[in-house]
Nanobody, 123 residues
Framework: QVQLVESGGGLVQAGGSLRLSCVDSGGFFSKYTMAWFRQAPGKEREIVAAMYWSGDRTYYADSVKDRFTISRDRSKNTVYLQMDSLKPEDTAVYYC????????????????WGQGTQVTVSS
């Protein structure tokens, strides 16, 4: 069973960088599509980036394209989100999620979730 644990959040100034990590302690995520979502206060949860289980397809929301990079290290059962050129509007709780099939864009299509990690970008 996929069990996800995120880390790497924190407080950073605008223009700075953070790298989020998501470890699958169950060790089964090699066949899952992995994604990062975020939810800001008062807003709906939105997809930020996704990577197909084979690694040959990625998706980025327009708001983070060319600033964020999703990657995965199968040897470590870990997926990363490198976030550069951070903006105050990137402030949110970031969640790692796994989907067993397809390449979904909606949060309801993801079956396994981490607990979330707070990212705060100051201006």
């Amino acid at each position: 069973q996929v069990q996800l644990v995120e880390s790497g959040g924190g407080l950073v100034q605008a223009g700075g960088s953070l790298r989020l990590s998501c470890v699958d302690s169950g060790g089964f995520f090699s066949k899952y599509t992995m994604a990062w979502f975020r939810q800001a206060p008062g807003k709906e949860r939105e997809i930020v980036a996704a990577m197909y289980w084979s690694g040959d397809r990625t998706y980025y929301a327009d708001s983070v394209k060319d600033r964020f990079t999703i990657s995965r290290d199968r040897s470590k059962n870990t997926v990363y989100l490198q976030m550069d050129s951070l903006k105050p509007e990137d402030t949110a709780v970031y969640y790692c999620a796994a989907a067993y099939s397809g390449f979904p864009m909606l949060d309801k299509q993801y079956t396994n979730w981490g607990q979330g990690t707070q990212v705060t970008v100051s201006s």
